[in-house]
């Protein structure tokens, strides 16, 4: 393990960031192996949440340095973060969906996470402080051509965006993908990749929830000097298979594989450290 040059917890050799003040390596840090196990990661991760002094209860805590004391509020634990945008679409679509994932990421990974979402827009002064950036919604995705800057250079930076078409956002997010990235083509992410199997082993990749236009449904990627920095979900609807059974009346084994895939992610998120 490395530590963190921010609060000077432990980081595990795989976690790119800090799980607790999200502070980064530097990148000549990173460990060139190949992302872990379930057991290994959740594990290495677990450990440093619980040595983090940002794990202590109190309000606030002092930390010396060079005879000066300096009070620091206590570290949330992670979260997903919902992603703002314009355009008229309904970015937040599925509300229960994310609350559902985090419970169960909680419950299968004994990770400590946030009992409940965040949300932020693009061009908010906080966006690099969110590990895990999901955005979903039916309708047109629209963003400002500073948020657009801002976009790139988290994602660039080491953030992570899913974007989970919810059947009519397909249209308008490649065309702002396209701003996005405009020299970086979205490419198949193959099934071996580590986000099919970072926890949950699931040889056939992202799984089929909803019908949508009665196609496959298939995992898109953005990869940033071999990084996956950004998931499409695509005809596949996860967001439907997080919320409340009452909703959809999905089959228990649907949901089952789609909350497999989200704790998948949200792992992923964390964890990844370039190597797919």
């Not at 400590?112 to 039916?138: F, N």
């Not at 965006?161 to 956002?169: A, F, M, P, S």
């Not at 970072?198 to 040889?203: E, G, K």
């Amino acid at each position: 393990m490395k530590e963190c040059r921010n609060c000077e917890c432990p980081i595990p050799d795989l976690a790119k960031r800090c799980p607790h003040c999200r502070h980064g390596q530097r990148r000549g840090d990173r460990t060139p192996q190949a992302v872990l196990g379930a057991v290994a990661v959740t594990a290495a991760t677990l450990a440093a949440v619980e040595t983090c002094p940002g794990a202590a209860s109190a309000t606030t805590r002092s930390v010396a340095r060079a005879d000066v004391a300096v009070e620091r509020p206590p570290l949330a634990p992670p979260t997903i973060t919902r992603l703002r945008y314009d355009g008229g679409g309904d970015w937040y679509a599925n509300p229960s969906s994310l609350g559902n994932l985090l419970r169960e990421i909680g419950q299968r990974t004994g990770i400590p996470v946030a009992d409940r979402p965040g949300e932020v827009g693009a061009g908010d002064p906080d966006l690099s402080d969110h590990p895990y950036l999901y955005a979903t919604g039916h309708g047109n995705m629209l963003f400002t051509e500073r948020e657009i800057e801002r976009l790139r250079a988290y994602l660039s930076d080491g953030g992570f965006l899913h974007v989970d078409d919810n059947y009519g956002l397909d249209e308008s997010f490649r065309r702002e993908l396209a701003r996005l990235f405009p020299d970086i083509p979205l490419a198949e992410v193959p099934l071996d990749h580590s986000i099919y199997r970072i926890f949950y082993d699931l040889p056939d990749g992202l799984p089929k929830v909803h019908e949508h236009d009665g196609g496959p449904a298939q995992g898109f990627g953005i990869f940033l000097d071999g990084r996956l920095a950004l998931f499409y979900s695509f005809e596949s609807d996860l967001g439907d298979g997080w919320e409340d059974a009452t909703v959809h009346g999905d089959p228990v084994e649907v949901r089952e594989q789609a909350i497999r895939m989200g704790v998948n992610l949200f792992l992923y998120a964390l964890s990844a450290t370039g190597a797919p």
